[in-house]
């Protein structure tokens, strides 16, 4: 009963603040099954290999010190945060190396981090959860375990990780070299310092008064990620209304879908309205492609060709046009 109560604590609240991080997505989402891939990635490997390399990291340092409170601080202060925050970090890259056109901006980044973060916190949650809570005060002392986790500090390890999506959606727009390089090193040093500065703050400050004061650090970093995310959406609908606007002078789209388009609450409306026309998949698909077209043609101006631009361009007006006459706008 403790491991499926644990479970149930652990993992169902990450899966809503996975949904939830997916819904802010708003304009062009991202592949579900791609998604989903970075999810487990974040419960099985980051996971998995965080706990054995960091259980040797602590008995390493509890041979060298023979002190539970040294190896206690030396390994939620640096082996945590680096192991950790580069295993998650891993797979935002090969998102980025390998399905390179479905990360197209920062919100990209930030998406895909979060949610390979959340997974790891669904298993490291599960863990907290049965080993500290339920083990230590039964049903009682899971929940209570289990409210610090994913209240109190349930956005941690998405806020951190986001860094790293951050740091590779500049490499992925930016021509200079040096942005190139020194933009994903800066995300994953911010994502490691900040994991960093958490757990050190948890093991030198203890009771109400700790607990306050860590709440009030994370959630002020919380809360700064999302206005980064309030700015990426409202960015993101400004280039959907400059690269669309070629469309409606050529009569790919009319003015009436451009319109639609640009407004994530228009499109969700549109969506409602072709579901009841029997006209949903069109819809739905036609107002993905517009979003997706914006980023390519900012893709063409900002980094050139790339992989085709060209050519993916053309690609999404001829589909766009085809599907123009059947959608809801």
């Known amino acids: ?77 640096i082996s945590a945060p680096l192991v950790e925050e580069s295993l998650k970090g891993m797979a935002v890259l090969l998102v980025f190396l390998v399905f390179r056109k479905e990360f197209d901006n920062i919100l990209d980044g930030i998406v895909y981090a979060g949610i390979t973060a959340l997974g790891f916190a669904a298993t490291e949650n599960s863990f907290y959860i049965y080993n500290y809570g339920y083990a230590e005060g039964g049903v009682g002392g899971a929940l209570v375990l289990a409210f610090v986790r994913n209240i109190l500090v349930g956005w941690q390890h998405p806020f951190y990780t986001s860094f790293i999506g951050i740091g590779l959606a500049l490499a992925r727009l930016n021509r200079n070299t040096l942005i190139k390089i020194a933009a994903p090193v800066a995300g994953w040093v911010l994502a490691v310092l900040t994991h960093s500065f958490h757990n050190t703050l948890a ?4 009771g109400l008064e700790g607990l306050a004061i860590g709440t009030f650090f994370d959630w002020t970093g919380w809360l700064f990620m999302f206005g980064v995310i309030v700015w990426a959406i409202y960015r993101e609908r400004n280039f959907l209304r400059k690269y669309l606007r070629e469309e409606v002078a050529n009569g790919v789209i009319t003015a009436a879908q451009y319109k639609t388009a640009c407004s994530a609450v228009r499109v969700n409306i549109a969506r409602l309205n072709a579901l009841a026309a029997g006209k949903y998949r069109n819809t739905r698909r036609f107002y993905h492609l517009c979003a997706e077209l914006a980023h390519k043609k900012r893709q063409l101006d900002v980094v050139g060709e790339e992989r085709g631009n060209t050519a993916i361009i053309k690609g999404l007006q001829a589909e766009l046009a085809r599907l123009s006459q059947g959608v809801v706008a």
């Open 203 to 206: 093991s030198l400050l203890g």
């Open 1 to 77: 009963m403790g491991i499926l109560l644990s479970l149930f604590l652990g993992v169902l609240p990450a899966l809503f603040y996975a949904w939830f991080v997916y819904w802010l997505d708003r304009y062009e989402k991202e592949p579900k099954l791609l998604l989903g891939g970075v999810f487990i990635w974040g419960a099985v490997v980051a996971s998995g290999g965080a706990f054995i390399l960091n259980t040797l990291f602590g008995i390493s340092v509890f041979l060298f010190t023979g002190s539970e409170a040294a190896t206690d601080i030396a390994t939620g202060s």
